[in-house]
């Protein structure tokens, strides 16, 4: 969520559908207005073992953000991935019945999990406030095993339980600051996947962190109105093969990109990795 939603008034037509088109905070903004508190149990989390996170979003008076809105049927959305990419967490307290009246009323979000390697980790919080929408990196150290290095793969195609994916960007090399059109086109025995089904609101999410999970963003994908900053009016009942998505890159580096999708109940997790170039100067 972090970027999607700033250039793009000009669509009425998703503007109803699942709140792509919100206003964000800019960083500074949500430092100066919100507070996150992170608490784990226990206290000195290790590898190997559940971890009950839980973030507590307050307002710059010290009190509980009590205006937070569901978007994409979940009230925050929390991105937990490992300094090396390798590991990635989508996920929200309501999954495990944890968001109580209480817990919401103190806005006081609680999740369980299991994490591989010790180190550090970023989780990802995104919410929406009062029509705006909020995204803070928060860091966890844990104790475990050292993570290995990245293994990057910058390959466009990746095959995945059954499934071929692969990336088309446009244009082809990306360059940070300039809007980047892409579209994942799934195919499953040679053939067009043509039944995706919606996952939290969308057909797709993209989860995308730059290299050591030093920078995240998610946003969102779908039928074509996503392609060329939603434009377009939604295509009804269009269920694949391309997942539209469109993104800014803040800055050169090596990115990883983890695209979820639901197929037939289950969800998938499909990562590419992309290098981002600096941008051509004197354009
Ligand atoms: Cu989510």
């Known amino acids: 969520m972090g970027h999607h939603g700033h250039e793009h008034e000009a669509c009425e037509a998703c503007q109803t559908n699942a709140g792509h088109h919100l206003p964000a905070l800019s960083p500074r ?105 909020l995204h803070k990196e928060l860091e966890l150290s844990v104790e475990g095993p050292p993570q290995p290095p990245t293994r990057w793969d910058l390959s466009r195609t990746r095959s995945v339980d059954g499934l071929t994916c692969v990336l088309h960007t446009m244009p082809d090399r990306i360059e940070a600051r300039n809007r980047v059109e892409a579209n994942i086109e799934i195919e499953a025995g040679g053939a067009p996947v043509t039944d995706l089904e919606p996952y939290l609101g969308v057909l797709a999410h993209l989860a995308i962190f730059r290299e050591n999970a030093s920078g995240s963003a998610h946003t969102h994908g779908g039928g074509p109105e996503f392609a060329h900053q939603h434009f377009h009016k939604p295509t009804p009942g269009y269920r694949g093969p391309k997942l539209y998505w469109g993104h800014v890159f803040k800055a050169p580096g090596r990115y990883r990109i983890f695209a979820q999708f639901r197929r037939g109940g289950r969800v998938y997790t499909v990562p590419f990795d992309v290098e981002v170039h600096a941008p051509h100067e004197g354009r």
């Open 29 to 133: 903004e949500v430092d100066r207005r919100y507070r996150f508190r992170l608490e784990t149990d226990p206290a000195a989390p290790r590898a190997g073992e559940e971890i009950r996170i839980t973030v507590r979003i307050e307002t710059a008076d010290g009190r509980p953000a009590t205006g937070l809105q569901v978007h994409h049927e979940r009230l925050v959305h929390f991105l937990v991935v490992s300094e090396n990419l390798e590991e990635f967490h989508h996920l929200h307290p309501e999954d495990f019945g944890l968001l109580t009246e209480e817990a919401r009323a103190q806005a006081r979000f609680t999740f369980p999990v299991t994490l591989r390697w010790g180190g550090r980790y970023v989780i990802a919080v995104d919410a929406v406030d009062r029509g705006q929408a």
